[in-house]
């Protein structure tokens, strides 16, 4: 049989890196790196790493990713969003690796009537936003074997997020209240790695969106979560403006997944069907 494919896992330890590191362990040979191991703004030591390991594929899961916190802190957020995956890219690039990072529907401002395709133009309302498209730019600059894979509203074991945060408040409260004027598709960390699977195979390049199906908002998508979890709470929706976070997020956030259909990647499942597999196998 023939030797597994080395990958390198940056942000291991992350949401997406730690289900990444389970979901392709089986396939690939991993090599998972995180923060106490070396930063990713360090070209150096990843160039050791490169070198050393030989991998096939990088797969950046490393982003700095507390969209309020990037307003305060805009020179981390760019010097890690914005400036390392470029640093990313270029050594991939030197050593000849295929080279696959995450971006988020952030990058637009939401102002589109439909969702929003690969041709779009971004236009990013907050720091996290305007240095994750600083990211991609560098990226794509780069000319390497790059594929970057925007996503949206990610959730799924390892880590705190939406849904473990509304199960979590519906339990202590009665009431929740909710920003009804979202709207984007939520999705699951491992549907969104069996369709990255499926790119790494063929090799994509260039920038694609990869989101479970369906669309909802924020107040809708926590409905559904204490309706599937059976919890008697009471979600009140309100307006984004009552809720005064430092970083403006776009009222519309739905991206396409035209392109990845038309490349031969079934749709991927609803948003709920795949909320459902999250709450009753994980919480
Ligand atoms: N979460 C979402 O809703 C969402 C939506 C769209 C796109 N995305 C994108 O998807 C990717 C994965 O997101 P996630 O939710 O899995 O993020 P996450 O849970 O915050 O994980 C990010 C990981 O990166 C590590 N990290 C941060 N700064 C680093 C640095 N300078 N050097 C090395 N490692 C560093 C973090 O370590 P520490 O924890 O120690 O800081 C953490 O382990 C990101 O690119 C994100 O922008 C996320």
Redesign the pocket.
């Known amino acids: 049989m023939p030797d597994k494919k080395k990958i390198i896992i940056?942000?291991?330890?992350?949401?997406?890196?730690?289900?990444a590191c389970r979901l392709f362990s089986g396939h690939y040979n991993i090599f998972p790196?995180?923060?106490?191991?070396?930063?990713?703004?360090?070209a150096g030591a990843l160039r050791r790493h490169i070198s050393d390991i030989k991998p096939y594929l990088t797969l950046?899961?490393?982003?700095?990713?507390?969209v309020d916190g990037c307003e305060e802190k805009s020179e981390?957020a760019f010097?890690?969003?914005g400036r390392?995956p470029g640093l990313i890219a270029a050594v991939c690039r030197e050593f000849s690796v295929y080279f696959i990072?995450?971006?988020?529907?952030?990058i637009f401002n939401g102002e589109k009537t439909s969702e929003y395709t690969e041709e779009d133009k971004p236009q990013p309302l907050s720091v996290?936003g305007q240095s994750?498209l600083e990211g991609e730019k560098r990226i794509m600059l780069s000319g390497g074997n790059n594929l970057i894979v925007?996503?949206?509203?990610?959730?799924g074991p390892?880590?705190?997020?939406?849904v473990s945060s509304i199960i979590a408040a519906a339990k202590d409260k009665r009431e929740i209240s909710v920003v009804n004027d979202q709207t984007g598709r939520p999705?699951f960390?491992y549907d969104l790695l069996d369709c990255a699977g499926w790119l790494i195979d063929r090799k994509i390049t260039g920038i694609i969106h990869a989101c479970n199906s369906g669309t909802c908002s924020w107040f809708d998508f926590a409905e559904s979560i204490i309706k599937i979890k059976g919890i008697p709470a009471k979600i009140k929706a309100i307006k984004s403006d009552e809720l005064r976070r430092p970083a403006k997020r776009p009222e519309n956030s739905v991206l396409s997944v035209n392109k990845l259909v038309s490349l031969g990647y079934k749709e991927i499942r609803p948003w709920n069907d795949a909320l459902k597999t999250y709450i009753e196998e994980y919480l």
């Open positions: 940056l942000g291991a330890n992350g949401m997406l890196g730690k289900a790196f995180d923060l106490n191991d070396f930063d990713i703004r360090d950046n899961c490393a982003a700095y990713t507390d981390l010097e890690v969003n390392a990072h995450f971006s988020t529907d952030y996290y994750k925007r996503t949206s509203w990610l959730y390892f880590g705190k997020n939406f999705t960390t």
